[in-house]
């Protein structure tokens, strides 16, 4: 993941508990309380109704960036590649 951008939500009570990362096809959101993600394909979905998190087709994709999120902040409860 070479140019993934990272974006972060929060409030003013809290820390970020939505971190995303956004490639130049893919957008990966997870929701640190929860652990919900959601993985989206910019390219064909660009108002991100699709989310793919839970098809084989998208498990690399995911894997990846549930790997890249833990190297990033390998402190945060990211779930893990290939669960």
Do not use: C
């Not at 974006?7 to 957008?27: D, I, V």
């Not at 929701?31 to 108002?47: C, I, K, M, Q, S």
């Not at 109704?49 to 999120?69: C, I, K, N, T």
């Amino acid at each position: 993941m070479k140019t993934a951008l990272l974006a972060e939500f929060n409030t003013l009570e809290s820390a970020p508990f939505l971190k995303s990362l956004l490639g130049s096809r893919w957008h990966y959101i997870v929701n640190l309380r929860t652990g919900r993600e959601e993985l989206y394909n910019w390219r064909a979905d660009r108002g991100e109704l699709h989310d793919l998190v839970g098809m084989p087709a998208s498990q690399s994709v995911l894997d990846e960036f549930r790997r890249e999120m833990k190297a990033r902040f390998p402190s945060l409860g990211v779930p893990a590649a290939g669960r």
